[in-house]
T-cell receptor, first 111, second 113 residues
Framework: SQTIHQWPATLVQPVGSPLSLECTVE??????LYWYRQAAGRGLQLLFY??????ISSEVPQNLSASRPQDRQFILSSKKLLLSDSGFYLC??????????FGSGTQLSVL | SQQGEEDPQALSIQEGENATMNCSYK?????LQWYRQNSGRGLVHLIL?????REKHSGRLRVTLDTSKKSSSLLITASRAADTASYFC?????????????FGKGTLLTVNP
């Protein structure tokens, strides 16, 4: 069975600082990978998805970027965080049956 | 933009009662899925229903889909305190290599013991 690892679980960062969130997948190869953000009490907003190494599609213009340096690694980054970047970030993988498997998430607070 | 919209936003029931949550969507879909999220955790897939299906069961879960009304419902029977969580519907477009789900804002279900 596949497993998605996300870290850290909680992160508090000052405005203007850089960000790097990492997601790795085990138990599958060539996964479609996704970064979602969830604001408090809201649904999930798709930020980025990737169908392969070096292939990134952005869904919304924002202060964030994503990279996929390896088949099972997906990284979410920012050079300078904004207050509005606060939220719960979730990495997910789509399996062949079309459903998503989610990591445990990172709660980011930008102060 | 949000595709699925759940109703109600919050639901509070007693243990043993049934819980019904609804989802409406706007565009044509290939499938509709329901996910559960415990507070501060990732989402867990519950059930998937395809556009050519009308009803599906999984344990205490029953999902219906009405494509003419662009709506779905999730019924949890004989609820338990452990069912307390947020429930999200998500719509899937036509199958493709760039498969993306669009999520609603969720229904917060509280089951009181």
């Amino acid at each position: 069975s596949q497993t998605i690892h996300q870290w850290p679980a909680t992160l508090v960062q000052p405005v203007g600082s850089p960000l790097s969130l990492e997601c790795t997948v085990e138990g599958t190869s060539n996964p479609n990978l996704y970064w979602y953000r969830q604001a408090a009490g809201r649904g999930l907003q798709l930020l980025f998805y990737s169908v392969g190494i070096g292939q990134i599609s952005s869904e919304v213009p924002q202060n964030l970027s994503a990279s996929r340096p390896q088949d099972r690694q997906f990284i979410l980054s920012s050079k300078k965080l904004l207050l509005s970047d606060s939220g719960f970030y979730l990495c997910a993988n789509a399996d062949t049956a079309e459903k998503l498997f989610f990591g445990s998430g990172t709660q980011l607070s930008v102060l | 933009s949000q595709q699925g919209e759940e109703d109600p936003q919050a639901l509070s029931i007693q243990e043993g009662e049934n819980a019904t949550m609804n989802c409406s969507y706007k565009t044509s879909i290939n499938n509709l899925q329901w996910y559960r999220q415990n507070s501060g955790r990732g989402l867990v897939h519950l059930i998937l229903i395809r556009s050519n299906e009308r009803e599906k069961h999984s344990g205490r879960l029953r999902v219906t889909l009405d494509t003419s009304k662009k709506s779905s419902s999730l019924l949890i029977t004989a609820s338990r305190a452990a069912d307390t969580a947020s429930y999200f519907c998500a719509t899937g477009p036509r199958r493709g290599s760039n498969y993306k789900l669009t999520f609603g804002k969720g229904t917060l279900l509280t089951v009181n013991p």
